[in-house]
Structure formats: structure tokens, C-alpha cells
């Protein structure tokens, strides 16, 4: 069993949408995928917990791919309310959402192993390549962050991936030393930074484990469409997500998931 843990609101179906369909399509063991969110409208009013069609339509969509898969929505408005309510970083670069993942520790039945991935990923090559990796000394795993390990620390890491040892994470306190974190000090990037610097023992991995800028590597796991620095013509951010799939092939000249895209389109089309 594959266990995988997915953040956000009612925004996030298209990036849920298109990784399940990626990863779906190339792992054979049972995946369960639990997704996490809640409502704060109060803050912006797209902020508002995925709804329960959205995970009707995708637990369905991975049980065509085999029966024993599942989607599972978890609302945790009271325990984010409980813990973050208007806390220095709660308007921190990316939504409050991103801080969800740092609950992990407070849900009741979570299991030991849980691989956390950002939405705006794509799955290459078979997850439980991944997940089947041995981390039993560690409280996670995680990969480089592509900037971050050149101007912060040579070993900081990108928090789209984290394969979690939730036994060792309760032991060490590491979520809750990072919920803390949060909440005394303003951080520029917020939950990656507090999981960072409340790190006792990490398992650092290959880049193919969250690639984050080459999109066309035959030997990638987990592709990462996150934001990339570009200084030509003139210095700029790009920003552009798997389901902006004009944008993918003509800026990003990403055809490795076309097949993906194509189902995601007729499966759109059919929600």
C-alpha cells in the first residue's frame, strides 16, 4: 500500500486530478490518497475545502485504474483554526493550505509512512520506487531545493516532496517543533523552512525523487512544476502548473505526460 498525502481547497482538483491520473497510470501497488483541507473563507473566499463531488469524481477515477485504490477527504478547519489562527505566517508566500501538512501528526489513524507531494507535480515512473525506500532511521526523506541549497544551506531541501516517518516524527516532535516555529516567528518560506530547521535526521535522495527545473528526464519519479528562475531575455519567475498544458509544450517543451494530459482533458470535460 501506497500511502499519499495531498493539501489544499476547492482550487487544487485540476493538480489532483492530473497527478492521480500520472501516478495511477504507472504504480500497480494499492494507493490510498488522503487529502487534507479546510474552510477559511474568512481570509479569502476561495478559500473553501475541496468539496465532496470533487472526491467522489477522483476516488473514482483511481479505482478504474484498480479497484483498491482511494481517495479520502479530511477536514481539519479545526485543527489548522486551533493551531494557526492569525498566526505571523499565516499570509506567508503561498496559501495557509501549505500548512496543513504540518497537522499530520495531530490526525487520528494516519499510518507510519505517509509521502506528502504538492500539488503541482506529475508522477514519471512507478511512486512506490519511492515510497518502498527505507527510512526507518529517519524522520524523513526529501530532495534538494534547487536555489535554496546554493543561498540558504547546501543541504535545504524542497518541502513539494517529503516521505514521512510518522513513528520517528512523533518521537523527535518534529511537526509540532515546526507548528511552533510557525507561530513565534515569521519565516520567509514558512512551512518549508519551519520543517527545515526543526530537522534532527533526514534522508537526503537524488533530484529524480523531485525534479524541479529539467522536465524531460527519462529517469524522473516525481516532476515538479513548481515556480523557476529565468534571467534570459531579462530576469523573471516562471510559473506554469501541468494543467496549463499550452504553456507546458510551448514554453516548457514538456511532452513526457502528453498521454496524461489527454485523459485529464477527457475526464474533464466528462466532470
Partial sequence: MVNILLCGNIKVFDGALTQLISMTNRTKEDITCYIFTMDISRLNPDFMSITDEQIKF???????????NKVIKIDVTDLYENEFSNCKNENAYCT???LLRLLADLVPDMPSKLLYLDI????????????????????????KEKYGCWLIRPDYINAGMLLFNMNKIKQTGLLKKARDLIK???????DQDAIFWSTKKKLLLPRKFNEQSEFNRKDTVVCHFCKRLMFLPYPHTENFKQWNIKEVHEVLKCHSFDKDLEEYLKLKEEY
Avoid at 58 to 68: C, I, P, R
Fill in 58 to 68: 477522483l476516488d473514482n477515477v483511481v479505482k478504474s485504474k484498480n479497484k483498491n
Fill in 96 to 98: 495557509p493550505y501549505t
Fill in 120 to 143: 503541482d507535480i506529475m508522477i514519471g515512473d512507478d511512486i512506490s520506487k519511492l515510497y518502498n525506500i527505507d527510512i526507518t532511521n529517519y524522520e524523513y526523506a526529501a530532495v
Fill in 184 to 190: 513565534k516567528r515569521k519565516l520567509l518560506f514558512a
